[in-house]
């Protein structure tokens, strides 16, 4: 069974950064794709990026040129580095893996949250 750990999360100001981690307990397929999604109390889940095995990435417009995600394929951990944030920002940030042959796994979250 595939866990995910995510780390990161706080209070930040606006204005400020971030970066958000997320470590799976193993890699069962090299063809994969690990992401980050966000929510917000009475609202669905959002993507906020995404990135594959082959190094695709997509973000949603809300945090493009504000958001950077990258891997570490060694290490099975995906990052999530946000900048300029906003209050809109706030919400908690899941961590989302799939894998070829074997499914999607989805971290417990983390929250972020963007205040003065």
């Known amino acids: 069974q595939v866990q995910l750990v995510e780390s990161g999360g706080g209070l930040v100001q606006p204005g400020g950064s971030l970066r958000l981690s997320c470590a799976a307990s193993?890699?069962?397929?090299?063809?994969?794709?690990m992401g980050w999604f966000r929510q917000v109390p009475g609202k669905e889940r959002e993507l906020v990026a995404t990135i594959n095995s082959g190094g695709y990435i997509n973000y949603a417009d809300s945090v493009k040129g504000r958001a950077t995600i990258f891997r570490d394929n060694a290490e099975n951990t995906v990052y999530l580095q946000m900048n300029s944030l906003k209050p809109e920002d706030t919400a908690v940030y899941y961590c989302r893996c799939w894998y070829a042959n074997y499914g999607m796994v989805w971290g417990k979250g983390t929250l972020v949250t963007v205040s003065s």
């Open positions: 193993r890699s069962p397929a090299s063809i994969n794709i």
